[in-house]
T-cell receptor, first 112, second 109 residues
């Protein structure tokens, strides 16, 4: 029962470096999301996808890019990391727009 | 703007009952969710309300009043493992989830 899997779990970057977070789900869900979670704040939506080949901007998309080439995978890229992107990143998937979200375990990113 | 308000932290005693409130102001409403998040872990789904009233699921119940923009999560027979953050989230008219900052619940023996 893998559910939603995120890699890597932890990463430390230097300012200006790039990286990609991978999210994979095995539930055949159409909807996938990338959130960031910062202390004292609610989860904030970065980008989301409503199906293979589609992506859309969320609340805080600047500095991030995404791709959904395969239905089961949703990639989050940071082209030039900044300290403000230090956060815990969660990927989530859902069967439909009213369905509950299933979350990955999270990826803790530190940008120095 | 859109806003979800819930208390930052609450403390309760093992075996007791606690009610965590959530008030919301959103552009439209397509359901309210409660999630539980243990420290260092992912949120997990607890309940979903789209109509007014009480939904009961074991020791947990969730209530919704759409006219008041208000919900609460009721936890009965508290156990130490219930120590966690409880997140309230509302789906707006565009089916986007708006999240509260979460309520950290501390259970004392």
């Amino acid at each position: 029962n893998a559910g939603v899997t995120q890699t890597p779990k932890f990463r430390v970057l230097k300012t200006g470096q790039s990286m990609t977070l991978l999210c994979a789900q095995d539930m055949n869900h159409e909807y996938m999301y990338w959130y960031r979670q910062d202390p004292g704040m609610g989860l904030r939506l970065i980008h989301y996808s409503v199906g293979e080949g589609t992506t859309a901007k969320g609340e805080v998309p600047d500095g991030y890019n995404v791709s959904r080439l395969k239905k089961q995978n949703f990639l989050l890229g940071l082209e030039s990391a900044a300290p403000s992107q230090t956060s815990v990143y969660f990927c989530a998937s859902a069967a439909g727009e009213t369905g509950e979200l299933f979350f990955g375990e999270g990826s803790r990113l530190t940008v120095l | 703007g859109q806003n979800i308000d819930q208390p930052t932290e609450m403390t309760a005693t093992e075996g007791a009952i606690v009610q965590i409130n959530c008030t919301y102001q959103t552009s439209g409403f397509n359901g309210l969710f409660w999630y539980q998040q243990h420290a260092g872990e992912a949120p997990t789904f607890l309940s979903y309300n789209v109509l007014d009233g009480l939904e009961e699921k074991g020791r947990f119940s969730s209530f919704l009043s759409r006219s008041k923009g208000y919900s609460y999560l009721l936890l009965k027979e508290l156990q130490m493992k219930d120590s966690a953050s409880y997140l309230c989230a509302v789906k707006d008219s565009n089916y986007q989830l708006i999240w509260g900052a979460g309520t950290k619940l501390i259970i004392k023996p």
